[in-house]
């Protein structure tokens, strides 16, 4: 009976034995299987890239139209565009021709005497002074400070009709009239000079531009 029992006992052993290996094959092969799958469809996947599950790129978030200018005012904080420069300011010498001499540092308003004088004469034209007005207020307001040496010049015809005796005379009695009525209007005395040189620089042939007196402020230095 005991070796009976024994045998039974032997033989469920064996079966529980057997069932368990077949168990574990089975188990064995599903994930064979299954890694084969996974293996076939990486290849396919590297052979045709254009199936692969797309790539999202996602874009920022818009800014609202309060961030963007704040965004947009540090810029231009950081790089300031280039300014441009201020329209040079011209000052109001009455319609009367003006010259720039850079290199000696002076500005020269220039009065034709036939216009200012008349004839002979070293008395202004009461039509010249509007003019002279503006002259005055530009040396006032334009140029403060600034040193004027007031120029008369004569052409070289001999002196006729006149007080005065000569030309060179003449163009120093015109220089002190347009000094006379300038400091009139509020220009500094003491800025003012006066110098006369009668027919000794023309600059034309033709006389009448000759005849003139210079209103020179040096714009260098005070």
């Known amino acids: 009976m005991a070796r009976v029992w024994t045998g039974m006992f032997a033989g469920l ?12 094959y089975d188990e064995n092969q ?5 890694n084969q799958e996974l293996q076939t469809q990486l290849d396919a ?11 999202v790129h996602q874009e920022p978030p818009p ?14 904080t950081e790089n300031p565009a280039p300014s441009e420069p201020a329209p040079r300011h011209r000052p109001d010498l009455g319609n009367l021709k003006v010259t720039e001499d850079k290199n000696a540092g002076t500005t020269t308003v220039h009065l034709p005497s036939d216009l200012f004088f008349d004839s002979g004469q070293a008395t202004l034209r009461e039509s010249a002074k509007k003019s002279l007005d503006k002259v005055a207020a530009a040396l006032r307001k334009d140029y403060a400070g600034k ?8 052409d070289s015809d001999p002196i006729v009709h006149s007080k005065w005796k000569s030309n060179q005379e003449l163009s120093e009695k015109r220089a002190q009239a347009v000094r006379e009525y300038l400091v009139s209007k509020g220009v500094s005395a003491s800025r003012v000079t006066t110098v006369g040189y009668g027919e000794k620089k023309p600059v034309s042939q033709n006389k009448a531009q000759n005849r003139r007196v210079e209103i020179v402020v040096l714009t260098r230095g005070s």
């Open 13 to 24: 052993v064996l079966v529980a034995v057997v069932g368990c290996q077949n168990k574990v």
């Open 30 to 34: 599903a994930l064979r299987k299954q």
């Open 45 to 55: 996947n590297r052979s045709h890239p254009e199936s692969a599950p797309p790539i």
């Open 63 to 76: 800014q609202s139209p309060t961030v963007a200018q704040h965004n947009a005012e540090a810029a231009d």
């Open 147 to 154: 040193k004027v040496r007031i120029e008369g010049y004569t």
